[in-house]
């Protein structure tokens, strides 16, 4: 099965990182975001992409054309011009990188990439959100239902802490838990390639066009994901990622 990735938008919320890389390169723990989620699609037997370009594809085709030469050690023979890499990539994925255009809507996106879906199930998801959902349990859903869609909903996190009153008095500050908000769409989709016909063209969004007809048509489930997700929004997610990354409490992380 493959994952489709959509790495193609401007990232205009994420300007202070995003002028001279799109958004999936934003590094999270020094690497790039995109690879976070690569990483756990591939803990739940996942490896094989198809990313979705636009803005900027010349840094992350660039990336995985050099990645092996980026990771591990290697020695230079300066003369002859030879490397000699003495660790493996560390990863065995298969990567499609394929170009959809600059401007391109999301499910005109997903529609260019088609010829790379050999008309089976597939994944879908965004380059800039990072989640704990178990993937298996996620497909396995999605077949049992027995429809054309799947979206993982998800709780959004909470942005602001409560306070609780005594008359006018403040008792106490509360941290506002993540599951005191409604559900929204996470990402994460199961899809078949019926699916594909939603789509009628480059101007389409996937989520105001292709999931309001899916809806229409009582052809979309909803998986509840109530544990970790986190999409990387504005320099303020960005942050918060890294400090549960560095601190090594990053519920995403493969094991």
Known sequence: MRAVILAGGLGTRLAEETETRPKPMVEIGGRPILWHIMSHYAAHW???????????????????????????????????????????????????????????????????????????????????????????????????????????????????????????????????????EGWINGGFFVAEPQVLDYIGGDAESFEHDVLPRLVRDGQLAAYKHDKFWQCMDTLRDKRQLEALWLEGRAPWKAA
């Open 46 to 180: 996942v490896t094989e992409f198809v990313v979705a370009l636009g803005y900027k594809s010349d840094v992350i085709k660039q990336f995985f054309v050099e990645y092996a030469r980026f990771t591990g050690s290697l020695s230079v023979n300066l003369a002859r011009g030879e490397v000699t890499h003495h660790e493996a990539a560390g990863v065995d994925w298969t990567v499609h990188l394929v170009d959809t255009g600059l401007h391109t809507n999301t499910g005109g996106r997903v529609r260019r990439v088609a010829p790379w879906l050999r008309d089976e199930t597939f994944m879908l998801t965004y380059g800039d959100g990072v989640s704990d959902v178990d993937v298996q349990a996620l497909l396995r859903f999605h077949r049992s239902t027995g429809k054309l869609a799947t979206v993982t909903a998800v709780r959004p996190p909470a942005r602001f802490g409560g306070l609780e009153f005594d008359g006018d008095l403040v008792r106490c500050f509360t941290e506002k838990p993540q599951t005191g």
